[in-house]
Structures are given as C-alpha cells and as structure tokens.
C-alpha cells in the first residue's frame, strides 16, 4: 500500500498546506512556524511510517501522526482565541484533525490484523 493512495494522508497533506497559505503573511514567526511545522508533521509521519517494513514500526509512526494531530488542535484553539484564526476556519480545521485522528487509529488498527 503506498501511502500516496491513503485518504488519510491526502488529507493531511490538503491541511498542512492550507496552513502554510493561511499563515504565509503572519509575523508571528514563532506561532507561524510552530503551527506549520504540527501541520506537516501529520503527513509526513504518515508517510515515514508507511514506507517502513514491518506493521510495528508503520503503527508507531501513525501514532506519532495522531499525537501531532493533537499538537495542531491545541494550537489552533489557541490561534482562535488570540484572534489569530478565524473561528470558522478554526472550527473547520478542528473538525478536520479530529476526523484524521480517527482515520489514524483505524489505519492503525488494519495494520495489526
């Protein structure tokens, strides 16, 4: 299975560069590179993991994934509460990381049967 096929990993790879874009002008340089960099932690993990042989190695990597999912929510709460996101779009991407997380642990759960 390439990793390039999986919904979950187009997906994320979709969010992360929506952040890149919603961030490109911000001169929060620290927030902007915090936030960025969780965002593309998701894919690219994904990725890692899939390329790996054995279903242990794959799994950690997901896991990884689904805590930087975790990562991205707290900083977009808080982008929402600084005024530095839009709530709606807050909200969207909320709901995005927490559908991912989900996509993760069944992905997860596939790998070990």
Not at 73 to 100: A, N, P, S, V
Request: aromatic share 10%.
């Amino acid at each position: 299975m390439k990793f390039e096929d999986l919904e979950v990993w187009k997906r994320a790879a979709r969010l992360s560069a929506d952040l890149y874009r919603y961030f490109a002008e911000s001169r929060d340089y620290g927030f902007r590179d915090q936030i960025t960099r969780a965002g593309l932690s998701i894919p690219s993990n994904i990725a890692e993991g899939m390329e790996r042989q054995t279903a242990t190695d794959k799994a950690r990597f997901l896991t990884i994934a689904k805590g930087s999912c975790g990562e991205l929510r707290t900083q977009i709460y808080i982008g929402m509460e600084i005024d530095y996101i839009d709530r709606e779009q807050g909200k969207r991407w909320i709901q995005e990381t927490q559908e991912l997380s989900a996509m993760l642990v069944g992905l997860s759960r596939s790998l070990k049967r």
